[in-house]
Nanobody
Framework: QVQLVESGGGLVQAGGSLRLACAAS????????MAWFRQAPGKEREFVAR????????YAADSVKGRFTISRDNAKNTAYLRMNGLTPEDTAVYYC???????????WGQGTHVTVSS
């Protein structure tokens, strides 16, 4: 059974940084496209960033471009989201997701809370 477990969330002041990690078990992330999504209070879940299987290509939402970086370590079966220049608008639950083929993400983590104080 595939499991994705996020970690690294917490409370940080505006302008600060965090690095989220997504550790996978029950499967090999080298066969998956990995992504991060987030859901702020009262809002719908939104795409943040994704990275291809080899890690050669990454995509990021305009709202985080230049501040957030997605990466992966296939040897550790872990994906990461480095977040710099955090603002209160980045406050949300951050979810890790994985897909093997197509556009539907088959696997999701339980989420990790990120709170940015002003």
């Amino acid at each position: 059974q595939v499991q994705l477990v996020e970690s690294g969330g917490g409370l940080v002041q505006a302008g600060g940084s965090l690095r989220l990690a997504c550790a996978a078990s029950g499967g090999t992330i080298s066969t998956w496209t990995m992504a991060w999504f987030r859901q702020a209070p009262g809002k719908e879940r939104e795409f943040v960033a994704r990275i291809t299987r080899s890690g050669g290509i990454t995509y990021a939402a305009d709202s985080v471009k230049g501040r957030f970086t997605i990466s992966r370590d296939n040897a550790k079966n872990t994906a990461y989201l480095r977040m710099n220049g955090l603002t209160p608008e980045d406050t949300a639950v951050y979810y890790c997701a994985a897909r093997s083929v197509g556009v539907t993400y088959s696997y999701w983590g339980q989420g990790t809370h990120v709170t940015v104080s002003s």
